[in-house]
């Protein structure tokens, strides 16, 4: 339990990584609790752990771990059952994964590769946009008015995705948009107009929401951001990448701490760039 005016923050996919880097930097900045959310629980408790031993008397905030699965409906409502009382001032959805696209398409292999492709498609896109969804469905009830919601994202725009990005967007739209792209997966289609990677569509389409959802939550006095945090080498790029983790997690860190930081725009390097 909470005092009522301590600052509550969440951060998706937080035990290593980017995620890893947002829960220190944040910890180190500001007074509050951190709720560090990992799939695995003990390898959560060993990231607060960590953190804690890191950061030592720099530390200012109560980190403490969630478990946490986004795919899950129900693992999402137990983490909304876990904070429901305190409420949740920001929301860092982080959470995300990334497959490598180089697949075998040789002819003896050529059915296992197209059930590897879609395979990769569903976990793609049902944790990059659906489950930043359902967390978003989940958790926004709970956050208190004057909150924030920050999706860490990136930048994939082209002529098949900006439609998503007009501002009468709808989710219905998005929803359609993503399965229309697994159907065609599924179907060995993709030359028909879908150009793009399973990584850059999800992240393609939570920027949409992200959009969408700004526009929303404005009349709740819920501000939201996306935010680019570069190409980090980190285990989600293979390790490739100019910049750390560390670096990466600057502007998440800066849009959940500093309460002058804009809203309803999409942040890269702290500064506002075209959605």
């Known amino acids: 339990m909470c005092d009522k005016k301590t600052r509550v923050f969440v951060v998706t996919g937080a035990n290593r990584g980017i995620g890893f880097a947002i829960v220190?930097?944040?910890?180190?900045?500001?007074?509050?609790?951190?709720y560090l959310t990992a799939r695995n629980p003990e390898f959560g408790r060993q990231a607060v752990d960590q953190i804690k031993l890191d950061l030592g008397a720099h530390l200012k905030a109560d980190v403490r771990p969630a478990t946490l699965d986004i795919t899950d409906q129900g693992s999402v409502n137990d983490l909304r059952t876990l904070l429901e009382h305190d409420g949740v001032d920001v929301l860092i959805n982080n959470a995300g994964i990334a497959f490598n696209d180089d697949v075998d398409t040789t002819e003896e292999s050529e059915h296992t590769s197209a059930r590897r492709r879609v395979e990769q498609v569903e976990s793609v896109i049902d944790v990059n946009y659906y489950g930043t969804k359902r967390v978003c469905e989940a958790l926004i009830p709970i956050i208190r008015p004057g909150g924030r919601?920050?999706?860490?994202?990136?930048k994939y725009k082209s002529e098949l995705t900006a439609d998503l990005l007009s501002p009468h967007v709808s989710v219905e739209t998005i929803?359609?948009?993503?399965?229309?792209y697994k159907?065609?997966?599924?179907e060995e289609q993709c030359e028909e107009g879908f150009t793009l990677t399973a990584y850059k569509i999800s992240k393609a389409t939570e920027l949409a929401f992200s959009k969408v959802l700004a526009r929303d939550?404005?009349?709740l006095q819920i501000k939201v951001n996306a935010c680019c945090p570069g190409f980090c080498a980190t285990r989600l790029s293979d390790w490739t990448g100019p910049l750390d983790a560390m670096?990466?997690?600057?502007?998440p860190v800066y849009l959940a701490v500093d309460p002058s930081a804009p809203a309803g725009v999409f942040i890269f390097e702290r500064k506002v760039i075209a959605w």
Not at 175 to 180: A, H, I, L
Not at 183 to 186: C, P, T
Not at 247 to 251: H, L, P, R, S, V
């Open 175 to 180: 929803d359609q948009f993503v399965e229309d």
């Open 247 to 251: 670096e990466g997690a600057d502007t």
């Open 149 to 154: 919601i920050v999706n860490v994202t990136g």
């Open 183 to 186: 159907k065609l997966v599924r």
């Open 24 to 34: 220190r930097g944040i910890a180190k900045s500001v007074d509050g609790v951190v």
């Open 217 to 219: 939550l404005r009349s």
